[in-house]
């Protein structure tokens, strides 16, 4: 298995808490607390990795 390393942006809002991946427009997420949004984070970055994985196989059995 590859390590993969993913630059996060973190900032405070009003209310909450924001982040997002850097390199990814499309994979951000935001929570009450720190924790709660880097956890939610992990999830949004697992959930893009599967998805990956998903259209790289599509390809491959489409070839």
């Known amino acids: 298995m590859t390590k993969q390393t993913f630059l996060v942006e973190l900032n405070k809002g009003e209310e909450f808490y924001c982040a997002r991946v850097v390199n990814h427009s499309n994979?951000?997420?935001?929570?009450?607390?720190?924790?709660e949004t880097i956890e939610n984070i992990r999830e949004v970055i697992s959930l893009m990795i599967d998805?990956?994985?998903?259209?790289?196989?599509?390809?491959l059995m489409a070839a």
């Open 27 to 35: 994979c951000f997420t935001q929570g009450y607390t720190v924790e």
């Open 51 to 59: 998805i990956r994985i998903i259209e790289k196989s599509k390809v």
